[in-house]
Antibody
């Protein structure tokens, strides 16, 4: 069974940093791209960042470019999203998603709240 | 960036009725690279349709997708109680990948 488990969410002040992690299981992790998709409270879905299966290619939405960095450790089947210079508008549930251009498997999400 | 506009915003129907949801793109979506998702309250989205018309694994055949170019449709032939949820379309023919704003299907 394919599973994705996010961790690392929490409350952070504006301008602060947070590191989210995602652990994958039930599939050959290195064969798949992974994306982060977020959902602000009561709002729709926004693709944030993606990384290829090898980790050699990374992609970012304009809204987070230069502030967020995605990386992966394939031997450990894990993925990280380093979030710096956080803003109130980054407040959302962040989902780790197995990505084939679209998301075929989603984690349960982790909540990031940016507030003073 | 390809902007996806979903309509209607809310659809009020009864169980057993047919639901027709629309997703219109601001420019042609290459290779019909469009997916549909269902999101129930408190749950992550799950993919229903990819490639505009291919059902994902385990999705009942009452869900069907159609369309090409800039106009796409998700049809639920007979609504079951568990189908009342929010539905999103997403394109993956262009970068960045973008989502529609969602259509809520509610019980009338």
């Amino acid at each position: 069974e394919v599973q994705l488990l996010e961790s690392g969410g929490g409350l952070v002040q504006p301008g602060g940093s947070l590191r989210l992690s995602c652990a994958g299981s039930g599939f050959t992790f290195s064969n798949y791209g992974i994306s982060w998709v977020r959902q602000a409270p009561g709002k729709g879905l926004e693709w944030v960042s993606g990384i290829s299966g090898s980790g050699g290619n990374t992609f970012y939405a304009d809204s987070v470019k230069g502030r967020f960095t995605v990386s992966r450790d394939n031997p450990k089947n894990t993925l990280d999203l380093q979030m710096n210079s956080l803003r109130a508008e980054d407040t959302a549930v962040y989902y780790c998603v197995r990505w084939n251009g679209y998301g075929d498997y989603w984690g349960q999400g982790t909540l990031v709240t940016v507030s003073s | 960036e390809i902007v996806l506009t979903q309509s209607p915003g809310t659809l009020s129907l009864s169980p057993g009725e047919r639901a027709t949801l629309s997703c219109r793109a601001s420019q042609s979506v290459s290779s019909n690279s469009l997916a549909w998702y269902q999101q129930r309250p408190g749950q992550p989205p799950r993919v229903l349709i990819y490639g505009a018309s291919s059902r994902a694994t385990g999705i009942p055949d009452r869900f069907s997708g159609s369309g090409s170019g800039t106009d796409f449709t998700l049809t639920i032939s007979r609504l079951e109680p568990e189908d009342f949820a929010v539905y999103y379309c997403q394109q993956y023919g262009g970068s960045p990948r973008t989502f529609g704003q969602g259509t809520r299907v509610e019980i009338k």
